[in-house]
């Protein structure tokens, strides 16, 4: 029990699909995260929620496009993908800047 | 920019031995620096986590360092176990909330 619970744990779509990531915290954090991890490249932080507003958005393409309700829960929406989005999508959620980010075991995303 | 160095990318040594990873970043402006493992197939796992002013944490058999002055840290695992196989990331917070950088990883085998 990891505390950070991601559904589903595998998603196959096409390009012109549209599904949507969730992500499920239950250890009362009040930050959340969404990350891309791609195969030979290093992490990378792609939305950043406190207080369940958006608070950094590194650049990434609108065909993507996370939402909040909650501070519990955290979406990315996905639409229009391409191909070199097919990664392993991991949440992570923190109770601020100075503890530990703990992390879900991912969604691993492969587009057709 | 920032940019997070790991070396080695691989290691592999028998089961007892001491041993060291190394994190090399480029910004000494940092805000914190986090050490992960990552099973096959997971999330990561949190660490350590050493905030700028500290120059050291411990947990365990775990010991990190932090020299920002020189861009780097390292992680020293004591009498390393089978069950310690994994690969260990360093990230890399920027005093910019919500900016971390993480390097490519060290794979770590520890062979019975």
């Known amino acids: 029990e990891t505390g950070v619970t991601q559904t589903p744990r595998h998603l196959v779509m096409g390009m012109t699909n549209k599904k949507s990531l969730k992500c499920e915290q239950h250890?009362?954090?009040?930050?959340m995260y969404w990350y891309k991890q791609s195969a030979k490249k290093p992490l990378e932080l792609m939305f950043v929620?406190?207080?369940?507003?958006?608070?950094e958005n590194n650049s990434v393409p609108s065909r993507f496009s996370p939402e909040c309700p909650n501070s519990s829960h955290l979406f990315l929406h996905l639409h229009t993908l391409q191909p070199e989005d097919s990664a392993l999508y991991l949440c992570?959620?923190?109770?601020?800047?100075?503890?530990?980010?703990?992390f879900g075991d991912g969604t691993r995303l492969s587009i057709l | 920019k920032q940019e997070v160095t790991q070396i080695p990318a691989a290691l592999s040594v028998p089961e007892g031995e001491n041993l060291v990873l190394n994190c090399s970043f480029t910004?000494?402006?940092?805000?914190?620096l986090q050490w992960f493992r990552q099973d096959p197939g997971k999330g990561l796992t949190s660490l350590l986590l050493?905030?700028?002013?500290?120059r050291e944490q411990t947990s365990g058999r775990l010991n990190a360092s932090l020299d920002k002055s020189s861009g780097r840290s390292t992680l020293y695992i004591a009498a390393s176990q089978p069950g310690d196989s994994a690969t260990y990331l360093c990230?890399?917070?920027?005093?910019?909330?919500?900016?971390?950088?993480f390097g490519d990883g060290t794979t770590l085998t520890v062979k019975p």
């Open positions: 992570a959620s923190s109770q601020g800047r100075d503890q530990p980010q703990h």
């Open positions: 250890l009362g954090h009040n930050a």
């Open positions: 929620y406190s207080l369940e507003e958006r608070v």
């Open positions: 910004d000494s402006a940092i805000y914190n």
């Open positions: 050493i905030q700028s002013s500290q």
């Open positions: 990230a890399v917070e920027d005093t910019n909330a919500g900016k971390s950088t």
